[in-house]
């Protein structure tokens, strides 16, 4: 049995290169496709969870409630699996932080969000944040599936209160595609595999 990780689908503010953090944005039409598909993926398994958890914010509920729209499973909010907060940085774009920041940017995001930004969360604090669900729902997923389903910078958090490994390499490879699922070995404790749709849209 097993913890499935998965980050929320595509909002617009993702497709564009902007910064969310707590900022409630829906998944847009790419999104819900991705929410659909892992469903699918998950039926196809057979995998049946025994309840699933997720961030308060719009974008992570509307993933799980598509996810499990062919289940009875129950959704429960959790208050400790919003993304971490941005301070300043909050709703600004990628490429204007690096035309004003720099290497001070690169080296944020490389080594894994670990200092925090004006005004923000360190990967630290979200580790401490969602450290005591984490562990709590891990050892109900020795018995039973569990799906979570929350943010990016959450959910690399996530593994790391799992793991305790907060390496930058660690970090960075605990990120994840809107469309990806990490399964993590409850049991065993460590990373099993990652599940993944990579639904692109048409285009024109």
Same mark, same amino acid.
């Given at each position: 049995?097993?913890?499935?990780?998965?980050?929320?689908? +595509?909002?617009?503010w993702n497709?564009?290169?902007?910064? $969310?953090?707590?900022?409630?944005?829906?998944? %847009?039409?790419? *999104? +819900?496709?991705?929410?659909?598909?892992?469903?699918?993926?998950?039926? *196809? +398994?057979?995998?049946?969870? $025994?309840?699933?958890?997720?961030?308060?914010?719009?974008?992570?509920?509307?993933?799980?409630?598509?996810?499990?729209?062919?289940? /009875?499973?129950p959704?429960?909010?959790? $208050? @400790?699996?919003?993304?971490?907060?941005?301070?300043?940085?909050?709703?600004?774009?990628?490429?204007?932080?690096?035309?004003?920041?720099?290497?001070?940017?690169?080296?944020?995001?490389?080594d894994?969000?670990?200092?925090?930004?004006?005004? *923000?969360?360190?990967?630290? @604090?979200?580790?401490?944040?969602? #450290?005591?669900?984490?562990?709590?729902?891990?050892?109900?997923? #020795?018995?039973?599936?569990?799906l979570?389903?929350?943010?990016?910078?959450? %959910?690399?958090?996530?593994?790391?209160?799992?793991?305790?490994?907060?390496?930058?390499?660690?970090?960075? =490879?605990?990120?994840?595609?809107?469309?990806?699922?990490?399964? =993590?070995?409850?049991?065993? %404790?460590?990373?099993?595999?990652?599940? /993944?749709?990579?639904?692109?849209?048409?285009?024109?």
């Amino acid at each position: 049995m097993a913890l499935f990780i998965a980050r929320h689908g +595509q909002t617009d503010w993702n497709a564009s290169g902007r910064y $969310q953090a707590r900022t409630d944005v829906p998944i %847009n039409a790419t *999104g +819900q496709k991705q929410a659909a598909l892992l469903r699918d993926l998950f039926a *196809g +398994q057979k995998l049946q969870f $025994q309840s699933a958890h997720c961030s308060p914010l719009s974008r992570a509920r509307e993933t799980a409630s598509i996810m499990l729209s062919d289940s /009875s499973t129950p959704l429960l909010i959790e $208050q @400790d699996l919003l993304e971490m907060d941005l301070g300043e940085w909050e709703g600004r774009y990628a490429e204007d932080l690096i035309a004003e920041f720099g290497d001070d940017y690169h080296s944020w995001r490389n080594d894994g969000y670990i200092k925090a930004v004006p005004g *923000g969360e360190s990967m630290l @604090d979200v580790i401490e944040r969602v #450290k005591a669900t984490v562990h709590a729902l891990a050892e109900r997923a #020795k018995d039973a599936d569990i799906l979570i389903v929350a943010h990016q910078a959450t %959910n690399m958090g996530i593994k790391a209160a799992l793991s305790g490994d907060t390496q930058p390499e660690t970090l960075r =490879w605990y990120r994840q595609s809107n469309d990806e699922v990490d399964v =993590w070995d409850s049991v065993e %404790n460590r990373f099993l595999d990652r599940l /993944s749709v990579k639904f692109e849209p048409d285009t024109p």
